[in-house]
């Protein structure tokens, strides 16, 4: 029996601290949820989504705009208008971290980087 006591706490205390880096400190944290967002906020956040490139990426307004899809973990779909230059090998990324804000039900971009 003293020779399981010895081995509880150390154990314990590896548990611990292996549960707070992976929920903390880990950089592989997923797809985020357009739910985050507070839509009467203006407070500019980073979310990881699903580029839907089958959807197509495209050039609107006389090609000043370009318009693409993602989609967050809970399956929420949103366009995504801009007129930043897209990063290159854009098009064939899965994910993307996107900045920015919602407002009145579309999200107002102010970065765009590859994830």
Do not use: W
């Not at 929920?23 to 592989?28: E, K, L, Q």
């Not at 203006?42 to 000043?64: M, P, T, Y």
């Amino acid at each position: 029996m003293a020779k399981i006591q010895k081995f509880v706490l150390p154990l314990l205390a590896c548990v611990t601290l292996l549960t707070i880096y992976i929920f903390y400190f880990s950089s592989a944290k997923g797809l985020g949820s357009f739910k985050d967002y507070d839509p009467y906020s203006h407070a500019q956040k980073e979310i990881v989504v699903k580029l839907l490139s089958e959807r197509g990426i495209e050039k609107i307004e006389n090609g000043q705009k370009t318009l693409f899809y993602v989609e967050d973990r809970q399956g929420t779909q949103l366009p995504i208008q801009t007129e930043k230059s897209l990063p290159d090998g854009f098009e064939n990324s899965e994910t993307i971290k996107l900045t920015g804000h919602i407002c009145g039900g579309s999200y107002e971009l102010i970065n765009i980087e590859i994830d």
